[in-house]
């Protein structure tokens, strides 16, 4: 299972993004990367050098998730380059600006591919792999494909799946019968539209449209 990898320090670290400064009461701050980005280890204070080393600059691919694109990342990859940061933010293939390339037969793997041909193409190496929600899957395999390339591999609020699993075979079978029915209304089957702005947090009107 991916889940027992050595390599899966997503079991090891937390890294939470959170623009207003805010720590959650769960979380202990030990040190700052760069503007907005707090590193928080959930067992223990880290030490003077691993926080160093933290605060070095890192190689961040942040993986976006469902209904979203490289955009949703703007604000949190001009804080980390802000920082000293390498940061790359792919669009997965029939999302955001290459919604052009929406096609039946997707599948998580083409997904992977997506990323790992820009971790390929920009020579990347000791990248910190982030992938949030949706994107979970999609880190997951590129981290089977290329473990060598990567220092962290992390999960934001994303889905952790196991070999055969997919995001469907983790929800309860009602949901999953309604999004189904919903894609079949609207798509023929190829997509299920968004939810409101208000399903990821996302208050703000300027925001929202």
């Not at 290459?98 to 039946?104: D, I």
């Amino acid at each position: 299972m991916r889940s027992e990898k050595n390599y899966l320090s997503a079991q090891k670290w937390r890294i939470t993004l959170d623009c207003s400064g805010k720590i959650p009461n769960a979380a202990k701050q030990v040190c700052h990367a760069g503007p907005n980005l707090l590193l928080i280890r959930s067992s223990k204070l880290l030490t003077a050098n691993e926080c160093d080393a933290m605060i070095a600059p890192q190689t961040f691919v942040l993986v976006h998730g469902a209904w979203h694109g490289s955009w949703c990342w703007r604000r949190v990859a001009e804080a980390l380059r802000a920082g000293g940061h390498l940061v790359f933010t792919p669009t997965l293939t029939g999302l955001g600006e290459r919604a052009h390339l929406l096609h039946p037969g997707l599948t998580i793997e083409d997904f992977a591919t997506d990323v790992a041909n820009v971790i390929e193409v920009e020579e990347l190496r000791d990248i910190v792999l982030v992938g949030h929600s949706f994107g979970g899957g999609p880190v997951s395999v590129v981290a089977d494909r290329m473990p060598e390339r990567l220092k962290q591999l992390v999960f934001l609020d994303a889905w952790l799946l196991e070999d055969g699993q997919s995001v469907f075979s983790k929800l309860d079978p009602t949901i999953v019968a309604q999004r189904v029915k919903l894609a079949q209304e609207t798509s023929g089957g190829l997509t299920i539209p968004p939810p409101p702005p208000a399903a990821f947090g996302v208050t703000e009107p300027l925001d929202a449209e």
